[in-house]
């Protein structure tokens, strides 16, 4: 069933001090997942409340992967350019490649842009090509 009143059901969990503070963060993302987003507000009265400031990176970086994190984040987000998969061996049950798996093959073969990974190392002149830097 879907779920109607998903803050309702999110809130004893989070408030709940038994609970361990990943477990926490891992039921925020599951909200904002499923809600495609939240507003800006909203998730520093989470991340506030649930008193996990200094992890609350673990939820904002999801946006450097196309998660939308924050709905008005989501107009001014660009899209990761996909490498044609379409020759390559599929298995019935994953067909489906994440955009991760572009990002990590771009940073092996050097092909990141700077202005987008400002902070991924551009390798040597002297590097040959024999694997990640």
């Keep these: 069933q879907k779920v109607k009143d998903s803050m309702r059901v999110l809130l004893p969990v989070?408030?709940?001090?038994?609970?361990?503070s990943y477990?926490?963060?891992?039921?925020?993302?599951?909200?904002?997942?499923?809600?495609?987003?939240?507003?800006?507000?909203?998730?520093?009265k989470l991340i506030q409340n649930v008193q996990i400031e200094s992890d609350s990176d673990m939820i904002r970086n999801w946006k450097y992967l196309d998660v939308p994190v924050i709905s008005s984040f989501v107009a001014q987000q660009h899209k990761y350019a996909r490498r044609d998969r379409s020759k390559?061996?599929?298995f019935q049950l994953s067909r489906w490649t994440?955009?991760?798996?572009?990002?990590?093959?771009?940073?092996?073969?050097?092909?990141?842009?700077?202005?987008?990974?400002?902070?991924?190392?551009?390798?040597p002149p002297t590097w040959n090509g024999s694997g990640a830097v």
């Design 14 to 20: 989070l408030l709940n001090r038994s609970h361990d």
């Design 23 to 44: 477990d926490k963060i891992r039921a925020i993302l599951l909200y904002i997942f499923s809600t495609n987003g939240t507003t800006q507000e909203n998730l520093d």
């Design 98 to 123: 994440p955009v991760i798996k572009d990002v990590m093959e771009d940073a092996i073969e050097n092909k990141l842009d700077s202005k987008d990974w400002p902070y991924c190392s551009r390798c």
């Design 88 to 90: 390559e061996e599929t």
